[in-house]
């Protein structure tokens, strides 16, 4: 049976860490139906590659494409780098959930997008449900941002949640689980993830109060990092804290 597309005479890298070999890569309906010795099989396209390398897509684990990718869906910018699928909602931010109280703030920082009049979603689920009917040129994980959680919840309040309030941002937290988010993310050195807790107390502890808005089973990608860190140093809390990240069971 021919090929939609071959890929002839690439250094492929399979990804699973083997070294590269010379290959040919037949394409059908979409996806990889041989590596191999294709020879001359028929395809209707044919992609000469000798002398360059072929890879499986480039996962970029940290962007903050959340609002890129509604302006520019076809993400180019990432697929002419080999890039085939971002994690978006990273340091805690993420467009959505957005509560009616506090619109004005969360919104302002897309107003220099023209598009942003016809942006009126609340919830993480409207969210993903406007990114999909635009359409998306890549795959996308979405993380829902604990410091978009609290905005959403008490704005920019310099102090921690009260209990009240933590169940309300335990509800934003689990609508965006079951829409369809990833995980959650924090930013506790970016405002308002940096007033979750009293200052006083160490960073590990309010990275933990910060966790319990995630169910077990909830991925979660902590952004902790000390100043020195920030301004070239190295900060062992930091690299302590993302390596803490939960993993789903099963
Ligand atoms: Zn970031």
Same mark, same amino acid.
């Given at each position: 049976?021919?090929?939609?597309?071959?890929?002839?005479?690439?250094?492929?890298?399979?990804?699973?860490?083997?070294?590269?070999?010379?290959?040919?890569?037949?394409?059908?309906?979409?996806?990889?139906?041989?590596?191999?010795?294709?020879?001359?099989?028929?395809?209707?396209?044919?992609?000469?590659?000798?002398?360059?390398?072929?890879?499986?897509?480039?996962?970029?684990?940290?962007?903050?494409?959340?609002?890129?990718?509604?302006?520019?869906?076809?993400?180019?910018?990432?697929?002419? %780098? #080999? !890039?085939?699928?971002?994690?978006? /909602?990273?340091? @805690?931010?993420?467009?959505?959930?957005?509560?009616?109280?506090?619109? +004005?703030?969360?919104?302002?920082?897309?107003?220099?997008?023209?598009?942003?009049?016809?942006?009126?979603?609340?919830?993480?689920?409207?969210?993903?449900?406007?990114?999909?009917? %635009? #359409? !998306?040129?890549?795959?996308?994980? /979405?993380?829902? @941002?604990?410091?978009?959680?609290?905005?959403?919840?008490?704005?920019? +309040?310099?102090?921690?949640p009260t209990r009240d309030e933590r169940r309300?941002?335990?509800?934003?937290?689990?609508?965006?689980?079951?829409?369809?988010?990833?995980?959650?993310?924090?930013?506790? !050195?970016?405002?308002?993830?940096?007033?979750?807790?009293?200052?006083?107390?160490?960073?590990?502890?309010?990275?933990?109060?910060?966790?319990?808005?995630?169910?077990?089973?909830?991925?979660?990608?902590?952004?902790?990092?000390?100043?020195?860190?920030?301004?070239?140093?190295?900060?062992?809390?930091?690299?302590?804290?993302g390596s803490r990240r939960r993993r789903p069971?099963?």
């Amino acid at each position: 049976m021919p090929f939609d597309v071959v890929i002839r005479g690439g250094r492929v890298l399979d990804g699973a860490g083997s070294p590269w070999r010379i290959a040919d890569i037949g394409i059908r309906n979409g996806r990889i139906a041989k590596v191999g010795r294709v020879g001359r099989a028929k395809s209707a396209n044919s992609v000469d590659a000798s002398g360059k390398y072929v890879a499986p897509g480039f996962i970029d684990i940290h962007t903050h494409s959340d609002i890129g990718i509604l302006v520019e869906p076809t993400a180019e910018c990432a697929v002419r %780098q #080999g !890039v085939t699928m971002h994690v978006i /909602g990273n340091c @805690g931010d993420s467009p959505a959930p957005i509560s009616d109280p506090y619109r +004005e703030l969360a919104v302002r920082r897309f107003e220099y997008y023209v598009q942003a009049r016809d942006w009126n979603w609340s919830t993480y689920g409207e969210y993903l449900d406007f990114m999909a009917a %635009q #359409g !998306v040129g890549i795959n996308i994980a /979405g993380l829902v @941002g604990h410091g978009s959680v609290r905005l959403a919840t008490m704005g920019f +309040e310099e102090r921690p949640p009260t209990r009240d309030e933590r169940r309300q941002m335990k509800a934003h937290v689990d609508e965006a689980m079951r829409a369809g988010a990833f995980g959650m993310s924090t930013g506790l !050195v970016y405002p308002p993830g940096c007033f979750d807790d009293c200052r006083s107390r160490p960073r590990m502890h309010r990275n933990r109060r910060a966790r319990r808005l995630c169910r077990p089973d909830q991925p979660q990608q902590s952004e902790v990092r000390g100043h020195r860190e920030r301004e070239g140093g190295s900060s062992p809390l930091g690299s302590r804290e993302g390596s803490r990240r939960r993993r789903p069971r099963g």
